[in-house]
Structures are given as structure tokens and as C-alpha cells.
């Protein structure tokens, strides 16, 4: 008897390791994730993490996708796109427009007072995205597009209360659209990816920088900017619009099963997902300029007409520019934003 209960009992201990080992086996799929900003920002520990996290549970341990940030694969941050369409990256997450000229139906997301919330933009974006930019995206695989929460602007010598106020000063354009904004009112407008303003502020290479807090904060770029303006009501000042992207061939490669777990993963529950993370670490963010003690200022109805009329010559050029399509990808753009706005409610 005793021999047969030590068989029995060395039996389920052997199925209890062979259980262990198949949970602990080699994934099938192992995949990198490319991005630019740095470990302790948001968007690496609260999504693109997180993502993978879930891909991989989702899959029962057959995808794994491991994640580099800061660039650490090599390359610069507006290579990102291209590394994941040729392969370099399986994953990458980028700025769309930091490749000016690379996403023309898209960049209508960046036009100036296009975007509200980060949630609501995404989610319009990522609709837009699948109905309008079939042409602009398809040598990858789309995850989701999504925004940040709407930009506000960050000043080393003195608080910007008027659009005046940015004339001669050297500032951070974001994108294109921006950048023809600042020179309309006789700023000089420097583009330049965010992972470079730190360096740059201090040495006095800008003077001011345009972002959303939640890059403020991590890159510690409230240390060197006081003065702080903010844009608010239901659309902000702008919003830079992101890829998730996925190699073809690394999608294409997976059977049935696993390309449901990544289709699970994407279009607009993910675009929302992503959305609702920035919008409420735009808060959070925010809060760290303000325990620094640095100074707020809200530009009041009649400033931001101002700054409407400033700008609207830039939307009227990129409607222009699309020939005889713009103004519908305009409206339609706009319309998205509404409908999601009020689905939201924000």
C-alpha cells in the first residue's frame, strides 16, 4: 500500500511539474515593441506595457512582446514609423507628425482648436483612420491612432497672456500645422521631437515649449518653465496625433487564434483606452508644476478668438491644400470629434 500511494503521490507531482513547464515553455511568438520616451513616462508604464502584459495573458503565454524604450533599438524617433514597416521593430509607437507630409488626410487632427478631449479625438481619429487613411496606412499593420489631451504652452522668462506676447520668441512647434501658427504671429518656430526640449530649455535654444502636461512633467520640463498658459473649453489649442503600428509580415505570420487576440487589442477600444489614460494623467501631470509652485494663467474667451483668428489661415491653407477633398475630410474630422465628444461627454 505504501509503495502504491507513493506512486500515486509521485504521479500527481510529476503532473503538477509537467503542468508547470508547459505554462513556463518557450512562447511561440516573441515580438519587440519600439518607442521613444523614457521608462518612467505614462505612456510606457501605464500603456505600452500594460498592452503587452495583456497580449501575452490573452494568448496563454504564446505571444510575448518585450519592450524598448528611449530608443534603445537605435534610430530616432521619426525612423519609428518606417521601422516597423520594414521590420526593424515588430511594434513601434511614434508621433505621426513628426514626418511632416507623411500622413496628409491625418494631420487634419493637428490643425489648430481641432481636438477635445484626448479620449474623444482618439476614438474620432481611429474612425477616421479606418474609413479615410486606408492609402496613408497600409504598409503596416494599425493597432490604433489615437492623440494626447490638447496642448497648452510653457514659458522660461515670462508668462504668455496674449498671442503678441510669442512675437521673437523662440518656441517649440509640435508639428506643422503649429509651426505655421507661431510664425503667423512672428514667433520663430523650432521643430523639434520632445525627447530633445530638456537639453533644449536649457540651453536657451527655446523659450517656449508646447505640450501636454503629461510629457511636462516626466522630462521634468516644468523645472525650467515657470510660467504656464493654458487653452480650455471644448477644443484645445492642438493635439499631436500618434501610431501604434504593427509590421505585416509579424501580423500575418500568426494563426487565427493569436490575430484575434491582437485584433482584440486595437481600433477604438483600444484608441479610447489610450485616450482615457492621457487625459487623466494631463491632470496628474499637471499637479507637479503646481506643488513646484510655478505660475498658471487661463487665456480668457475674447484672448482665444485672438488666437482662432490667428490660426484659422492655417486650417484654410491645409483645406486648400487637399484639392478638392479637404473641406469634407475637414467636416468629416470635426464631425467625429462631436459625435464622440457628446458620446464621452468631454
Do not use: C
Amino acid at each position: 500500500m505504501k509503495i502504491k500511494t507513493l506512486l500515486v503521490s509521485l504521479g500527481i507531482t510529476l503532473g503538477s511539474l509537467t503542468a508547470v513547464n508547459a505554462q513556463a515553455a518557450e512562447p511561440e511568438y516573441s515580438f519587440k515593441l519600439h518607442h521613444f520616451l523614457p521608462p518612467m513616462s505614462m505612456a510606457h508604464r501605464q500603456f505600452l506595457q500594460p498592452w503587452a502584459d495583456k497580449v501575452m495573458k490573452e494568448s496563454d503565454g504564446r505571444i510575448k512582446i518585450d519592450v524598448y524604450p528611449a530608443m534603445q533599438m537605435g534610430g530616432k524617433p521619426p525612423q519609428l514609423f518606417d521601422q516597423a514597416r520594414k521590420g526593424v521593430a515588430d511594434i513601434t509607437w511614434t508621433v505621426a507628425g513628426y514626418t511632416p507630409g507623411r500622413f496628409p488626410k491625418g494631420s487634419v487632427f493637428e490643425l489648430p482648436f481641432m481636438p477635445a478631449s484626448a479620449e474623444a479625438t482618439s476614438m474620432a481619429l481611429q474612425e477616421y483612420a479606418e474609413t479615410e487613411m486606408q492609402d496613408e496606412l497600409d504598409s503596416v499593420h494599425i493597432l490604433a491612432l489615437h492623440t494626447h489631451a490638447p496642448g497648452s504652452l510653457h514659458a522660461r522668462n515670462s508668462q504668455i497672456k496674449q498671442v503678441s506676447d510669442l512675437a521673437n520668441q523662440k518656441v517649440r512647434a509640435p508639428n506643422k500645422a503649429m509651426a505655421e501658427v507661431f510664425s503667423n504671429v512672428e514667433a520663430s518656430a523650432i521643430f523639434m521631437p520632445v525627447t530633445q526640449m530638456t537639453s533644449a530649455l536649457s540651453k536657451g535654444v527655446l523659450d517656449v515649449a508646447v505640450l501636454p502636461f503629461e510629457v511636462v512633467a516626466p522630462l521634468k520640463i516644468h523645472e525650467q518653465t515657470p510660467y504656464h498658459t493654458e487653452i480650455k473649453g471644448e477644443r484645445g489649442l492642438y493635439a499631436q496625433f500618434f501610431a501604434f503600428s504593427m509590421n505585416k509580415k509579424a501580423y500575418d505570420k500568426l494563426p487565427d487564434d493569436l490575430k484575434k487576440v491582437i485584433d482584440n487589442n486595437s481600433g477604438i477600444p483600444l484608441a479610447q483606452h489610450i485616450g482615457q489614460l492621457f487625459d487623466n494623467y494631463e491632470a496628474t501631470a499637471r499637479e507637479v508644476a503646481v506643488k513646484n509652485g510655478n505660475s498658471f494663467y487661463t487665456l480668457p474667451e475674447s484672448e482665444v478668438a485672438m488666437w482662432r483668428k490667428q490660426a484659422q489661415s492655417v486650417t484654410d491653407d491645409w483645406i486648400d491644400d487637399m484639392d478638392d477633398d479637404g473641406q469634407r475630410l475637414y467636416d468629416k474630422a470635426n464631425a467625429l470629434i462631436e459625435k464622440y465628444r457628446k458620446q464621452v461627454g468631454h
